[in-house]
């Protein structure tokens, strides 16, 4: 039997990560995977976090399981921070998942059992998963214009004109913030104007919010999810804890299904249930444990957004600070861009020719797409990558 199988692609961003690591060049630069560092290169432990393992550590009693769709007080905690207000806590059903991808899969599967012949609509471009998993799971997809390459920004005149074509029973696949891997955002607005087009044309929006609080601010970040939300009578949300939380290996994520009234959440919690009992059952429980403890004691909240504020602060200096030596290296301001984006990426319009001869000549590993992890990228660094693109023409 195991002779029939065909060798998979291999991820790009995976493949990227063994070149770096095989390099042997002590000045070389991780641009790739999307992972936080700090001003030493160093993924750090959140201080909240840290306090809240040690309690836990104390004051744990079981290992046990927790229910099919997890502690029902981390999905209470995570509605408050991705929705606030924004719809009446009855409508919205939750589920916990193995991280943000596990929340993007299950919140496929549930289109799939709601709307099997459902078309999913995706940025041009987005996550790479995305599209992997859904032709994985054989759902038909169409792409909507979203980035202009050579403004550097949304093409929303594209991707207004693409989603009108969207029908009832379609779904939006839709970036909260910090759009992967652009890095170019919409603005109120225009997520406005998204949600009056989606009422028009009946499709639902499904929001991978992955980045909150590394954009704009905890609550300005969410500000378009809550708007769709608010405004439609249905709505699917992806959420991750690994980036603003810091827990990338803990695998916490959530799915959110925003149901048309709450007579219908019930049956929607069943099926979100259902689903984590056939691909884990039981969904990890330490990560969603920490998150809760955090966003329900005030003291451990309060340091926690303080030092996510911190990290915010710290993405955007270096943007600020790349943008500023690659205008004195180039004498124009063609990379302003770099510096009005928000998250942890952003496209810099290098060919893969570039991306390539930057990795040889210069030991600066991005993927081919030429997006770059501002993230890991330190101060001290900055004038080298500068001159590296400079450099190979970009």
Not at 150 to 169: H, I, S, T, W, Y
Not at 207 to 212: G, T
Not at 224 to 246: D, Q, Y
Not at 292 to 309: G, P, V, Y
């Amino acid at each position: 039997m195991l002779e029939n199988l065909q060798e998979q692609p291999k991820d790009k961003i995976l493949a990227l990560m063994e070149m770096f690591r095989a390099d042997p060049r002590a000045e070389k630069i991780d641009l790739g995977v999307g992972v936080y560092r700090n001003a030493q290169g160093v993924t750090p432990i959140m201080r909240a976090v840290k306090a809240a393992e040690k309690t836990l550590w104390e004051t744990e009693e079981t290992k046990a399981y927790t229910g099919l769709a997890g502690d029902p007080a981390f999905a209470e905690a995570m509605r408050g921070l991705v929705l606030g207000d924004a719809v009446e806590a009855g409508r919205v059903a939750a589920a916990a998942t193995p991280g943000g991808t596990g929340a993007i899969r299950q919140g496929l599967e549930l289109i799939r059992l709601a709307s099997p012949g459902a078309t999913i609509w995706l940025s041009a471009p987005t996550w790479p998963n995305h599209p992997s998993i859904i032709r994985y799971l054989g759902m038909p997809m169409r792409e909507y214009r979203y980035f202009d390459a050579a403004a550097r920004g949304v093409d929303f005149e594209g991707m207004m004109a693409d989603l009108a074509q969207a029908k009832p029973g379609d779904v939006v696949l839709l970036h909260g913030c910090c759009h992967n891997p652009t890095g170019a955002n919409l603005t109120l607005p225009q997520w406005q104007e998204v949600a009056a087009l989606l009422e028009k044309t009946g499709a639902t929006p499904f929001i991978d919010i992955a980045y909150q609080g590394f954009g704009d601010g905890l609550e300005e970040d969410a500000a378009g999810t809550r708007l769709i939300a608010a405004r439609l009578p249905e709505t699917i949300i992806a959420a991750s804890c690994s980036k603003n939380f810091g827990i990338y290996r803990e695998r916490t994520g959530i799915l959110m299904a925003v149901a048309e009234n709450a007579a219908r959440k019930p049956v929607v919690q069943g099926n979100l249930a259902f689903l984590n009992r056939q691909n884990f059952s039981f969904p990890p429980d330490h990560g969603a444990r920490l998150v809760t403890m955090i966003l329900n004691d005030a003291a451990l909240r309060a340091d926690w957004q303080a030092e996510l504020e911190e990290m915010r602060l710290g993405m955007l200096r270096i943007r600020e600070a790349l943008a500023a030596e690659l205008r004195r290296l180039s004498g124009s301001d063609r990379f302003g861009f770099i510096a009005q984006h928000r998250g942890m990426f952003s496209l810099i319009g290098a060919s893969p020719e570039q991306v390539e001869l930057m990795r040889e000549k210069h030991g600066i590993y991005m993927v081919g797409d030429s997006r770059i992890n501002i993230a890991g990228l330190t101060e001290a660094a900055v004038p080298k990558l500068a001159a590296a693109i400079i450099d190979a023409g970009v």
